[in-house]
């Protein structure tokens, strides 16, 4: 029998070789501007020990992170993303890194990106996370947010009973959580609502991602809203 998948939300998985780029470098300037303040970050989360860089680039409280090392395994991985969709026409795009996360067990709370168009017409419509320092026996990966408006409903889950817990069922379960690795990285629509659980394993690990924004530009004729 036919399968066919409608309406669904694909993300995208690969992983980045660590010897490609200096991550030695990378987590050690991490854990350094950690150790700084440990609790640095835009969201008022006092329960939550994070530290992230996200609209806090220039603070001279904290040492710079050379995000120069990532640069050129980037470029490559988001251009195999970008070719890997089935668009109808060659695209131009640009990527950003827009927030580095250390913490231990913490958590994030629930949110999605989706800038607006910018003055160039760039919108943003992908996010890729990249696990750089990550145990998956300590640490919780990214949770999501079932997109579906069903989801919000709980008489219209109750066929989840029945299903196996696999990706392939997620359409009727309220969240997810993919398994993840150290250097694992994804692609996901901005939009999707996402965050971080704690895990409650009260560890001494590092737990270390950056998060990116893809955007596409579009031509005035395309643009919606």
């Given at each position: ?60 409280k ?10 050129d ?84 889950m ?16 309220g ?17 999707i ?33």
């Amino acid at each position: 029998m036919e399968k066919i998948s409608l309406f669904p939300t694909n993300i995208y998985r690969t992983r980045i070789d660590p010897y490609l780029w200096d991550k030695e470098k990378f987590v050690r300037q991490s854990i350094e501007s950690y150790n700084i303040d440990p609790n640095r970050h835009a969201r008022n989360m006092p329960d939550s020990e994070f530290h992230t860089t996200y609209r806090d680039w220039e603070n001279d409280k904290f040492n710079r992170i050379d995000c120069n090392v990532v640069k050129d395994v980037y470029t490559k991985v988001i251009l195999e993303f970008i070719n890997s969709l089935r668009l109808k026409r060659s695209v131009e795009y640009k990527w950003s890194l827009i927030n580095i996360s250390i913490g231990k067990d913490n958590w994030y709370d629930w949110h999605y990106h989706g800038d607006p168009y910018d003055k160039d017409n760039y919108k943003n419509e992908y996010v890729m996370v990249h696990y750089i320092n990550f145990d998956n026996t300590v640490h919780r990966p990214t949770s999501f947010k079932n997109p579906l408006l069903h989801s919000i409903y709980e008489n219209n889950m109750t066929m989840r009973s029945l299903l196996e817990n696999c990706e392939e069922n997620s359409s009727y379960f309220g969240t997810w959580e993919l398994d993840t690795n150290e250097d694992d990285v994804i692609f996901f629509p901005s939009y999707i609502f996402h965050g971080v659980r704690k895990k409650g394993s009260n560890t001494e690990k590092f737990r270390i991602i950056t998060s990116t924004h893809i955007d596409l530009k579009y031509n005035d004729e395309e643009k919606i809203g």
